[in-house]
């Protein structure tokens, strides 16, 4: 399932699960853990991962044709982006470009499709439940009866007190988890040699024991991209939370809480929440009360 030449850098997340030379038997047991299934390493696995889609720098995905099915994966270690239903849209949309004939798309009788299915594993340090379903619906504006175009993402929590089933029925992932659980605290405790430590300690403990003794300085160096890389978002939801600020100044000032004005208020109350405000300071700069502040998911 190796890629020979890469155009982008690899999480570890990627390379274990679709990269290494033991990606595809690492695949298998957590799309069975996933389904309940028992597919053989036997079973053919098709790598179809887009290049450079999800993220810029960082691709945190793995896509793979088995089974019948495309199956999505992404990795998060930091706060969940509810908009990630509308990026999978947008993934597949690619992925059946590249698996479909060109011409396949006219053809007077049905083309059959391989079913997605989309997951995100959640090891961030934020406390979130076991298990959630993101829906592209969600961001509709408005609503009809019958939703016209649904996708629907389930979010996995695997951190090692809310990984729960998924964890007991894929050691790889279950190692995995351990694996980021002690790279967070050696890196708190020494942040100049976290990372190496890290390693040399999962290696002492069993903790993917053989991939990491094979790669171990591969796997630095994707520690080191993956960390500059939540760096970067880090900055950027910043600046965002920065502008949000400033523009409920601005609209408190210029319009106050009429009707109007509401919606922005509300608009920029999410927003500050979502950057971790105080409560206090969000009434203060959009004009509503502590009730609505809290009222507001």
Do not use: W
């Amino acid at each position: 399932m190796s890629t020979a030449n890469r155009k982008y850098k690899d999480s570890v997340f990627v390379d274990l699960f679709s990269e290494d030379e033991k990606a595809k038997e690492n695949f298998l047991s957590l799309y069975n853990a996933l389904h309940h299934t028992n597919l053989p390493l036997s079973c053919p696995v098709e790598n179809i991962r887009l290049d450079n889609i999800m993220y810029m720098n960082i691709v945190n995905d793995v896509s793979c044709l088995v089974d019948d099915k495309i199956i999505v994966l992404a990795e998060h270690q930091s706060t969940i982006n509810e908009n990630m239903p509308l990026r999978f849209l947008q993934y597949i949309a690619r992925l059946y470009e590249k698996l479909q004939k060109p011409t396949d798309r006219y053809l007077r009788t049905l083309s059959k499709i391989p079913t997605p299915e989309f997951y995100v594993f959640y090891n961030g340090i934020e406390d979130y439940p076991e298990t959630i379903t993101l829906k592209l619906s969600d961001a509709f504006i408005t609503k009809p009866e019958q939703v016209p175009l649904e996708l629907t993402v389930r979010v996995l929590n695997i951190n090692k007190d809310k990984g729960g089933e998924i964890l007991k029925t894929c050691k790889t992932l279950d190692e995995y988890s351990l694996f980021v659980e002690e790279v967070r605290i050696q890196t708190q405790l020494d942040p100049e040699n976290g990372f190496t430590n890290a390693v040399k300690i999962c290696i002492g403990k069993g903790i993917l024991k053989e991939y990491l003794q094979r790669k171990a300085r591969e796997v630095i160096n994707m520690l080191i991209a993956e960390y500059d890389y939540d760096t970067d978002i880090a900055v950027q939801r910043e600046e965002a939370g920065k502008i949000a600020f400033a523009q409920g100044i601005s609209q408190g000032i210029s319009q106050g809480i009429s009707q109007g004005s509401r919606q922005k208020a509300l608009e920029t109350a999410k927003l500050m929440k979502l950057e971790a405000f105080d409560i206090g300071m969000i009434t203060k700069m959009t004009g509503l009360s502590q009730e609505e502040v809290a009222a507001i998911n």
